[in-house]
């Protein structure tokens, strides 16, 4: 019988506990990750030039290609292909002592090697920007599913990921991405949403990279969905 009440006031104070504890306990909050862009919790500031959301898709797009700079090939022993990866070429706070700025910007064996294009004026500015800030691993969330058209929304994500493989000089599958009327023939046969969406039947683009953020491919849905005018 003793045994039995010791058991039962062990349960109840027991259970009071649980009760206690589940009343008292806050939520965690989400833990953001500091390192993905849509998912860090931080907004972007628009004089800062983010890794995560700039350089890394952009460098990898354009030096991680195949036969190139990816984890495979590693052309000349050089990987382009994460911030561990590329820091190497950089220093910190100084553009003109950093390898890395020194190929992009040379006339004589530049990188890309030609008959790649070389990174654009205000692509290097933005490499440029983002050493002299100090090179950091940074991340920020910035995408706006009510801007869905060509120029502002769907153009500058493929520039940043896509057009370094998806070029006249290096067609990637075949499928160029670097102008709108190219762009459009991959958006209305379905390729285009079914690769930046992983669809089943599609190749997971963009290729080695981590999925795009859902906004943005909301965002090309979007466009798709509307047409895929030249707006
Ligand atoms: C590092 C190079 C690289 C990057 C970056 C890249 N692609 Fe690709 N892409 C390829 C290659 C190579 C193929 C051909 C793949 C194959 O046949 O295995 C391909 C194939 C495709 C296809 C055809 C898919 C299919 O299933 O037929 C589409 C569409 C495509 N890419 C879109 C994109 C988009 C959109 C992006 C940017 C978000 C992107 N790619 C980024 C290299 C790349």
């Known amino acids: 019988m003793k045994r039995y ?11 009071m506990i649980v009760i206690w504890a589940c009343k008292h306990q806050i939520p965690d909050p989400p833990i953001p990750n500091s390192n993905i862009p849509g ?12 890794f995560a959301n700039e350089i890394l898709p952009l460098l990898k797009s354009t030096c991680a290609t ?19 990866t590329i820091i190497d070429y950089v220093v910190p706070s100084n553009a003109n002592n950093s390898k890395l700025y020194e190929v992009i910007t040379k006339t004589n064996k530049r990188m890309p090697p030609a008959p790649m294009a070389a990174l654009t004026v205000a692509e290097i500015a933005k490499i440029k920007k983002w050493i002299s800030q100090g090179a950091k691993d940074n991340a ?7 801007d869905y058209k060509f120029s ?6 493929l520039d940043l990921k896509c057009k370094g493989c ?13 102008t709108y009327a190219a762009t459009k023939i991959s958006a209305s046969n379905g390729k285009l949403y079914g690769a930046v969406n992983w669809s089943t039947g599609f190749k997971a683009m963009p ?7 859902s906004c943005e491919i909301l965002q090309i849905k979007k466009w798709i969905d509307s047409g895929a005018p030249n707006n």
């Open 39 to 50: 998912q860090t919790g931080r907004a972007c500031d628009s004089d800062s030039v983010y």
């Open 166 to 178: 998806h070029n006249p000089a290096s067609l990637g599958g075949g499928i160029d991405l670097s």
């Open 66 to 84: 195949s036969g190139c700079h990816d984890a495979f090939t590693q052309k000349e022993g050089v990987q382009i292909t994460s911030y561990a």
């Open 5 to 15: 009440s010791t058991l039962l006031i062990s349960l109840l104070f027991g259970g």
């Open 207 to 213: 290729q080695n990279s981590a999925k795009m953020p």
């Open 152 to 157: 502002t929304a769907v153009k500058p994500l």
């Open 140 to 146: 920020c969330d910035h995408c706006d599913t009510l």
